[in-house]
């Protein structure tokens, strides 16, 4: 579907407009300055503030706001889906009081200890994709290294096959960068998906092992077994989730690297700045924006949104408000209070936060053993993803120094 570029992100926005998937930066602080909650008629109708306090009171008020589908697209639910309270992917698309129960069910395999264990796969992996690139000074870091570390970990975590990653990738395309086919095409574009994850869940209830699907279908709620739509929701948040938001935060840390050498020496130098710099790269460069639909005609600080309306919550957006945060548009690895909305705000805030910054310590650690000094390649272009989450899709790195 081509559609014509926007003039005014304060009254036309659009987030996959090109000028935001290639900069948004500077059009959120136009924004904040002169619109803090922009509008569109896309998609049927969208808000989308700006602000850090706007977008944390939308994230926490589910007196006025659904989460029943969280992707914005050209479609709507309709009354014939999964109920309000459920939605399409529990927890994330659950409102409460059901949410609390599915998110409480896959918490225990995102606490703290059971990740510590895997960060000794993760390093492995990583070697191994950093073996793979051999002895070439020009490598691309999104294609060859950053997506490929949040899919072997959410296949480990699933016990579905390591193979199976390209699959996975698609899985990520077709749900998050679709968003503007007509919703007959977004349904068969979807299929694919389908024709993975139910046969997957038949297969797992015939020879359960020791992996999430198990998990999820031995689980209960009020002793009963849970829905097979709420296993398939879970398999696929759990998928697209699990991979996009790494894999993006990984890219755009090693991106931000490539173009700030005094911020690359200092990490070689001093590697202990690591675990600051990391969350600093998720303040400044938060790859995701959540979805909520209004759920009736409700006054939001003067905007009149109407039932069915899309937000568009930009916790990038939010990390960039100096209102919230000194300095807000400088990257500064070494910051000490960052309470930044990068795994959101309210209670949808990331379960699998534990898991994204241990990959992304031990995907930086390694890549920094081996690369000690590097470059963008200006000769190649470097895109990034459209949609809801944003981070390199193609990073073409030129190595100037190995360790």
């Given at each position: 579907?081509?559609?014509?570029?926007?003039?005014?992100f304060?009254?036309?926005?659009?987030?996959?407009?090109e000028?935001?998937?290639?900069?948004?930066?500077?059009?959120?602080?136009?924004?904040?300055?002169?619109?803090?909650?922009?509008?569109?008629?896309?998609?049927?109708?969208?808000?989308?503030?700006?602000?850090?306090?706007?977008?944390?009171?939308?994230?926490?008020?589910?007196?006025?706001?659904?989460?029943?589908?969280?992707?914005?697209?050209?479609?709507?639910?309709?009354?014939?889906?999964?109920?309000?309270?459920?939605?399409?992917?529990?927890?994330?698309?659950?409102?409460?009081?059901?949410?609390?129960?599915?998110?409480?069910?896959?918490?225990?395999?995102?606490?703290?200890?059971?990740i510590?264990?895997?960060?000794?796969?993760?390093?492995?992996?990583?070697?191994?994709?950093?073996?793979?690139?051999?002895?070439?000074?020009?490598?691309?870091?999104?294609?060859?290294?950053?997506?490929?570390?949040?899919?072997?970990?959410?296949?480990?975590?699933?016990?579905?096959?390591?193979?199976?990653?390209?699959?996975?990738?698609?899985?990520?395309?077709?749900?998050?960068?679709?968003?503007?086919?007509?919703a007959e095409?977004?349904?068969?574009?979807?299929?694919?998906?389908?024709?993975?994850?139910?046969?997957?869940?038949?297969?797992?209830?015939?020879?359960?092992?020791?992996?999430?699907?198990?998990?999820?279908?031995?689980?209960?709620?009020?002793?009963?077994?849970?829905?097979?739509?709420?296993?398939?929701?879970?398999?696929?948040?759990?998928?697209?989730?699990?991979?996009?938001?790494?894999?993006?935060?990984?890219?755009?840390?090693?991106?931000?690297?490539?173009?700030?050498p005094?911020?690359?020496?200092?990490?070689?130098?001093?590697?202990?700045?690591?675990?600051?710099?990391?969350?600093?790269?998720?303040?400044?460069?938060?790859?995701?924006?959540?979805?909520?639909?209004?759920?009736?005609?409700?006054?939001?600080?003067?905007?009149?949104?109407?039932?069915d309306?899309?937000?568009?919550?930009?916790?990038?957006?939010?990390?960039?408000?100096?209102?919230?945060?000194?300095?807000?548009?400088?990257?500064?690895?070494?910051?000490?209070?960052?309470r930044?909305?990068?795994?959101?705000?309210g209670?949808?805030?990331?379960?699998?936060?534990?898991?994204?910054?241990?990959?992304?310590?031990?995907?930086?650690?390694e890549?920094?053993?081996?690369?000690?000094?590097f470059?963008?390649?200006?000769?190649?272009?470097?895109?990034?993803?459209?949609?809801?989450?944003?981070?390199?899709?193609?990073?073409?790195?030129?190595?100037?120094?190995?360790?």
């Amino acid at each position: 579907m081509i559609k014509p570029p926007v003039t005014d992100f304060a009254t036309d926005f659009d987030h996959t407009d090109e000028a935001w998937v290639a900069d948004p930066y500077p059009i959120m602080e136009d924004l904040r300055e002169r619109c803090p909650v922009a509008h569109s008629d896309r998609y049927g109708g969208l808000w989308a503030p700006m602000t850090y306090d706007a977008v944390a009171a939308i994230a926490n008020d589910t007196e006025h706001f659904t989460s029943r589908t969280v992707v914005i697209n050209n479609g709507r639910p309709g009354d014939d889906a999964l109920p309000a309270s459920i939605g399409v992917a529990p927890p994330i698309s659950s409102d409460p009081p059901f949410h609390d129960i599915a998110r409480g069910l896959l918490l225990p395999a995102f606490a703290p200890r059971p990740i510590a264990a895997l960060e000794p796969f993760t390093r492995e992996l990583c070697n191994q994709l950093l073996d793979k690139m051999g002895d070439t000074d020009l490598v691309d870091a999104s294609v060859q290294y950053a997506e490929h570390i949040p899919v072997g970990l959410i296949a480990k975590l699933c016990g579905l096959p390591q193979e199976d990653g390209e699959q996975f990738r698609e899985f990520v395309r077709i749900v998050l960068e679709g968003v503007d086919l007509p919703a007959e095409e977004r349904l068969e574009a979807f299929k694919p998906v389908e024709e993975y994850i139910v046969p997957t869940i038949v297969e797992r209830r015939e020879n359960p092992d020791d992996g999430l699907i198990s998990y999820l279908l031995d689980a209960e709620i009020m002793g009963e077994k849970l829905s097979d739509e709420h296993v398939f929701g879970s398999i696929l948040l759990l998928i697209v989730a699990g991979i996009d938001t790494t894999w993006s935060a990984i890219g755009s840390s090693i991106w931000h690297l490539a173009n700030n050498p005094d911020d690359l020496a200092r990490l070689v130098a001093h590697p202990e700045l690591l675990p600051s710099a990391v969350e600093e790269f998720l303040r400044a460069y938060a790859p995701v924006s959540m979805a909520r639909l209004v759920k009736d005609d409700f006054d939001f600080q003067g905007c009149p949104m109407k039932k069915d309306d899309w937000i568009f919550l930009s916790f990038p957006a939010a990390n960039r408000d100096p209102e919230a945060f000194d300095n807000a548009d400088e990257v500064l690895i070494d910051r000490e209070i960052n309470r930044h909305s990068a795994f959101g705000l309210g209670i949808h805030r990331c379960l699998g936060s534990n898991l994204a910054r241990m990959e992304m310590t031990v995907a930086l650690e390694e890549w920094l053993k081996r690369y000690t000094k590097f470059e963008l390649n200006a000769s190649e272009p470097t895109t990034f993803s459209q949609g809801q989450v944003r981070g390199p899709r193609q990073l073409p790195i030129q190595i100037l120094e190995r360790s």
